[in-house]
């Protein structure tokens, strides 16, 4: 059984990681979600294992599955699925202005790669013109 | 949510035994927000409501961390060493939610409600995003309760509830009014942050398969049946999981591009605050549940010296005022994990005079450049000049608190770096000596073009010129206001230096001494429960 959880979180981990490094929020999003579920079902796995429930007085308390882990694994169920929420929202609102839901790169960074890009463009250009001089002498 | 209902039950019902009412007020700093937030719900087409129950709740919090920390301070000669323990809802220890008050934790408690007081005032003033949302002052109210509760807590699993509040209201900040650079930004912001609570839940798990605790000082007494390795790989975990938080080298990278783009008061509260919880989390679990061999001592050096150096030549290459003191932000994250990395005293009172000291200056500098902002219409050093003739008022709250930053001998920051610095050649830590005093440096560098760039020389903008010319911008006077009295509180580190100094080495030395701590929390769990 444990064994069986693991390899789920393992796939979900796996999953979520290369979902996350696309460019587009739908799919980030679904990302986050999957390691979100492989976090918890590690959570759960973290517990003493199998049991019975524990209701006090229902059986001898040794034989008790641990609550705790489930009880975390619930708060954390709780937490993702509102952020996801709002991430969705925000989403929404990117496709409203944009119409597309494509990451973007920081605003400055793109200021930074455009000059190194015109920067190398002027370069080329210095060189291709010395040998149109050197052509010309020849 | 349960962690979060279970501590809004506890009020009534406190069961630490000998210390009488004083322990009621542990949880305030908690309740109180979160109660103010409820109500400012209820009051949200009456703004004038609103922003009283704000403030009112908040200059409360102020109120009563003044106390608590006073309180604390004086219980040395107690048995319990000067730390207030809650037990919330009268659970005993292991099994219910510690809330624990040391000198650090109260110290943190006080100079954040002191910033989140000023920064609502400074919003108020300001008449944009505040008036504009009838969600700004629930939110913040919000993060003002995830703050207080992610110092006070002693427990992991809380943390991680104490910072989703504290990030939820963030996210919201953050985004207020939807601009398309807010909704980018913000995208990356929470999407990593994300990132890091799962991550943070991933580590719990596994600590908890481990060691069958969540509780920190339970944690702590059974961390050391662990072979070393575990304790080691734990230890990077956590490291890695605050590190996103707080933003240290290499993962700092969201920092830059995400806390500018929010509004004025929002970046003020974010830069003073939000990153100092993760420093705040990575000394605190260091220090309380690892052995001496699982400290990463070198590692941290290493990685405080490159975040002061990144932190400090990214300042330098910006030109948005707000970016420029978005990169700083990260190459003093670096002074603090230095004093932490040193492992002795000297250096971890250092590094939490430091966090005390950069909470209020930075604050006062981000306040200072919405100042800036307002009256000349933009922040890009390349198109504003001349402040320091139309607006002398706003050039002397700037110099203030940007001499303390560069740490020029008598403001705080002097003192601050001075302390690292004696604390690092004690310790004979040549190398992160040469690094932080080369940043010192630069740092002063940074302050100085940004001096002569917005407050000497002329306007490069036409428009900015005729607008600073006319004089036509009035600043709000509650804007004005708060930010003289945050500068006001970043002088007045300096002339209580000494006092305050003490402070942080009584802290430091709490700290270093865990089993004050674990005495605290297990040892009131035995009377209580026994």
Known sequence: MSVLLAFAAAMLFGTGTWLLLQRRLSRIIVGVGLIGHGSNILLLTSGSGLGLPPILGSADPTDFADPLPQALALTSIVITFGVTAFLFALGYRSWKLTNDDIVEDDVEDRYIARRAVDAEVAEGEAAERERAIEEDRV | ?530
């Open chain 2, 1 to 530: 949510m349960s962690a979060l209902t279970s501590i809004g039950f506890l009020g009534a019902d406190v069961t630490a035994p000998g210390s009488g009412s004083f322990d009621a007020l542990i949880p305030l700093p908690v309740i109180l927000p979160l109660i103010a937030a409820a109500l400012s719900v209820v009051f949200a087409r009456l703004r004038n409501v609103q922003r009283v129950i704000s403030v009112v709740a908040l200059l409360g919090l102020v109120a009563n961390n003044i106390f608590l920390l006073t309180r604390v301070d004086q219980a040395t000669g107690d048995a319990i060493g000067g730390i207030a323990v809650s037990q919330a809802g009268g659970w005993v220890a292991p099994l219910g939610i510690s809330l624990v008050v040391d000198r650090l934790a109260a110290i943190m408690l006080l100079v954040s409600s002191l910033m989140l007081v000023s920064v609502l005032v400074y919003a108020i003033g300001q008449h944009a995003e505040e008036r504009r949302f009838a969600s700004f002052h629930p939110v913040y109210l919000v993060l003002a309760a995830g703050v207080s509760a992610s110092f006070i807590t002693g427990d992991l699993f809380n943390l991680f509830v104490a910072f989703e509040m504290m990030l939820v209201s963030s996210y919201v900040l953050l985004t207020l009014g939807g601009r398309a650079g807010q909704v980018r930004s913000g995208m990356s912001y929470v999407v990593i942050s994300l990132i890091a609570s799962t991550f943070f839940i991933t580590a719990l798990a596994l600590l908890y398969s481990a060691t069958g605790t969540v509780n920190m000082a339970e944690l702590a007494e059974r961390m050391p049946e662990l072979s070393s390795g575990v304790r080691v790989g734990f230890s990077l975990l956590l490291i890695a999981v605050f590190g996103i938080k707080a933003g240290i080298f290499p993962l700092f990278f969201w920092l830059p591009d995400s806390y500018p783009t929010a509004p004025n008061a929002v970046t003020a509260i974010f830069a003073g605050l939000l990153t100092k919880v993760g420093v705040y989390a990575i000394i605190r679990t260091q220090l309380l549940i690892f052995p001496i061999d699982a400290q990463q001592g070198t590692l941290l050096l290493v990685v405080a010296g490159c975040t002061m150096l990144v932190g400090v030549l990214g300042a330098l290459s910006h030109d948005d005022l707000q970016r420029i003191l978005s990169f700083h932000i990260i190459s003093h994250i670096g002074y603090m994990i230095m004093g932490l990395a040193l492992f002795t005293l000297a250096g971890i009172a250092g590094a939490i005079f430091y966090v005390v000291h950069h909470i209020v200056v930075k604050t006062a500098l981000f306040l200072v450049a919405g100042l800036v902002e307002r009256k000349a219409g933009s922040d890009r050093l390349s198109r504003v000049g001349g402040l320091v003739r139309s607006a002398p008022m706003i050039a002397v709250l700037f110099a203030l608190p940007a001499l303390s930053i560069a740490g020029i001998p008598p403001f705080s920051g002097f003192v601050a770096k001075f302390a690292l610095v004696s604390a690092g050649i004690e310790a004979q830590q040549w190398g992160i000596v040469v690094v932080s005093l080369i940043v010192s440096l630069l740092t002063m560098y940074v302050m100085g073009r940004i001096w002569s760039n917005v407050f000497w020389g002329q306007p490069e903008d036409g428009e900015i010129a005729e607008r600073l010319e006319s004089g036509a911008t009035k600043l709000p006077i509650l804007m004005t206001v708060s930010t003289v009295v945050v500068v006001g509180l970043s002088v007045a580190l300096l002339v209580f230096a000494g006092p305050l100094y003490d402070l942080a080495e009584r802290a430091a030395a709490d700290l270093l001494n865990p089993q004050g701590y674990i005495d605290a929390v297990l040892g009131s769990h035995s009377e209580a429960g026994g």
